[in-house]
């Protein structure tokens, strides 16, 4: 289901949110038009990895092309040494009688050369025409209405070394929402608004997804809002 929703997501809305971003280093800005197609070359290297994230990139670039600025995040991690950035989108999908929403954190380090990367995911579903507001959950338990997990990633060159969260937890839940994305060419049922995310999360062990190497990370970032984007998907009339 998520892959289906992300190739509808860039065929109806990538060209539809539309905003240039200057230099991050100045403040109230987003990154640069260079910045952006470098973070999203680089995500498009990394999720091959990971194919649950095979819809990373289209994500990615629907984040930034609504302007939206990464917020500087506070995170402890042995992956790399920071500041790090992110950017979050929110996934809302409303339908007749079982409505469910995704979450997604994105966070990288230098914006002119990001190397490294921390992705935190969720999904829940509830019953009716209300996707639930937040999810929380424990990596690798997931359960019929919810499941979180989280990925890191190093780029040095063409090698990737990735890492998945085995032991820790998340919270990733709706905060404010703003005014529509500008320039939004809006399909049926779909509409998009800038908005922020309550993200939380304590990555205690994430494995190495090579057999030859026993090494493990750590990350944790507590409560703090990221910018995104919300993207409602409404075929509870259909």
């Known amino acids: 289901m998520r892959r289906i929703s992300m190739v509808f997501l860039a065929a109806a809305v990538m060209s539809g949110c539309g905003g240039s971003g200057t230099d991050l280093t100045t403040p109230g800005t987003g990154l640069s038009a260079t910045e952006s197609a470098q973070l999203i070359a680089r995500i498009q290297q990394i999720a091959p990895l990971h194919p649950e994230l095979a819809w990373l990139a289209d994500s990615v670039s629907v984040?930034?092309?609504?302007?939206?600025?990464?917020?500087?995040?506070?995170?402890?991690?042995?992956?790399?040494?920071?500041?790090?950035?992110?950017?979050?989108?929110?996934?809302?999908?409303?339908?007749?009688?079982?409505?469910f929403a995704t979450y997604d954190v994105i966070a990288f380090n230098d914006p002119a050369n990001p190397t490294d990367f921390i992705i935190v995911d969720g999904w829940g579903s509830a019953s009716g025409t209300t996707p639930p507001a937040s999810v929380s959950g424990t990596f690798g338990a997931g359960t019929a209405s919810s499941v979180v997990s989280a990925h890191f990633f190093h780029v040095s060159g063409n090698t990737v070394a990735a890492w998945r969260a085995t032991t820790g937890g998340a919270t990733l839940a709706a905060d404010t929402v703003g005014a529509a994305c500008s320039q939004f060419q809006a399909a049926a049922g779909v509409t998009c608004a800038q908005?922020?995310?309550?993200?939380?999360?304590?990555?205690?062990?994430?494995?190495?997804?090579?057999?030859?190497?026993?090494?493990?990370?750590?990350?944790?970032?507590?409560?703090?809002?990221?910018?995104?984007v919300l993207l409602t998907f409404d075929s509870s009339r259909g």
């Open 63 to 99: 984040v930034l092309g609504a302007g939206t600025e990464p917020t500087t995040v506070d995170i402890s991690t042995d992956l790399a040494t920071g500041p790090f950035y992110a950017v979050a989108l929110h996934r809302a999908f409303v339908r007749s009688t079982t409505s």
């Open 195 to 228: 908005a922020s995310m309550r993200a939380s999360f304590n990555v205690i062990s994430a494995a190495s997804d090579s057999s030859s190497s026993s090494s493990t990370k750590h990350a944790t970032l507590g409560t703090s809002n990221v910018g995104g």
